[in-house]
C-alpha cells in the first residue's frame, strides 16, 4: 500500500497521524468510488508534491514548512476505528483520517468525544441533518449531536439542504455559514466569525463537495456555486492555528475526477493543515 512521504518519521516521533478509510459501506450516492480515495490521495500526493533530481527526492512543502512530525499509518476498517483512535489518544497523536463515505466521521467523533463534548466545524454542501433516518452519510451531524457542542460548532459552505434538514438546524440553533455569506463579507471577516464562534476541543470535518465543483469535481455528490479552494484553504489554516484535536476529508471520488485535480487539492489541503498546527 502506497503512503503519503514525510521525511524522518515514525509512529513514535510523530505529533501528526495519517489514517486510511477506504469503507463507503453506508453512502447512498449514486456516484461510487469514495472507497478509493485514500490511496488515490496519497498515490497523487507522491507523484505531484515530490521532484526528482540526480537520483534524490524532495519533497514539495506548503510556504510555511512543516514543524510537526508527521506519519501515514495506512488503512484501517471502519470497525477499526474505536480501537485506533483510542491509541493515538493515549498516545497524544492527531488524527487526520482519510474517507470514505462521510458517515466514518460519526465513529470518529464519537470516539474523540470520549471525556469532553467537540466544537464541530463542518464543511459540507449539504447539512447531513436527516434525523428520521440514522446511520449513513446523510444523517452524520445528527448522528452526532450527543457527542457536540452545538453553541460553539458551525456549518460551513451548506448550500443545499433538504426541508427536513432546515428545520433540524433552526431547532437546534446550529450556526451556518453559506458561500452567499463568504461572497458578502469576505473570508476575512468569515474566519473572525468562525474563531469566535469555536471552542477549544475543536474538530474539523470536510467534505469534499463544500468546495466548488470548478476546483473539485471528483467528488460523490457535486453541488455548484461552492466555496473556492483558496478560501478553504485560508480558513482552514487559521482554524488549525487556533488548536484542532482531529480532522476528516471525506467523499472524495477517484473514478469522477477530472485529472486527479480532487485527490491533488485534497492532498494539499493536509499539508497546509499540518504546517499550520500550532
Known amino acids: 500500500m502506497e503512503k503519503i512521504c514525510w521525511e524522518n518519521s515514525s509512529y513514535e516521533d510523530s505529533d501528526v497521524v495519517i489514517i486510511g478509510i477506504p469503507d463507503e459501506s453506508q453512502s447512498h450516492a449514486i456516484r461510487e468510488g469514495t472507497s478509493q480515495a485514500p490511496g488515490q490521495i496519497r498515490k497523487i500526493s507522491n507523484i505531484m508534491d515530490s521532484y526528482k533530481r540526480d537520483g534524490t527526492t524532495s519533497l514539495g512543502y506548503p510556504v510555511d514548512g512543516i514543524s510537526k512530525n508527521v506519519f501515514d499509518y495506512g488503512n484501517i476498517t471502519r470497525q477499526q476505528i474505536p480501537e485506533t483512535i483510542d491509541k493515538f489518544i493515549s498516545d497524544f497523536k492527531i488524527p487526520i483520517s482519510i474517507g470514505g463515505d462521510h458517515s466514518v466521521s460519526r465513529l470518529l467523533i464519537k470516539q474523540l468525544a470520549q471525556k469532553s463534548k467537540i466544537s464541530l466545524v463542518y464543511f459540507d454542501a449539504h447539512p447531513d441533518f436527516i434525523t428520521s433516518t440514522k446511520n449513513y452519510y ?94 478553504a484553504i485560508f480558513l482552514l489554516k487559521k482554524i488549525a492555528k487556533n488548536g484542532i484535536i482531529g480532522m476528516d476529508i471525506v467523499e472524495v471520488c477517484p473514478p469522477y475526477d477530472v485529472k486527479d485535480r480532487t485527490s ?14 500550532k
Open 138 to 231: 446523510g444523517s452524520v451531524f445528527g448522528d452526532v449531536l450527543p457527542y457536540i457542542d452545538g453553541t460553539t460548532s458551525i456549518q460551513i459552505g451548506t448550500r443545499t439542504p433538504e426541508k427536513e434538514e432546515i428545520k433540524n438546524l433552526k431547532e437546534c440553533q446550529i450556526a451556518v455559514i453559506t458561500p452567499f455569506d463568504i461572497a458578502e463579507k469576505g473570508i476575512s471577516e468569515i474566519t473572525r466569525q468562525v474563531l469566535e464562534k469555536i471552542g477549544d476541543n475543536v474538530y474539523v470535518s470536510f467534505d469534499m463537495d463544500c468546495i466548488d465543483p470548478a476546483h473539485a469535481p471528483g467528488v460523490s455528490v457535486p453541488v455548484p456555486y461552492g466555496i473556492s479552494s483558496l478560501d
Open 264 to 277: 491533488h487539492l485534497a492532498s494539499r489541503m493536509i499539508g497546509e493543515m499540518v504546517s499550520s498546527l
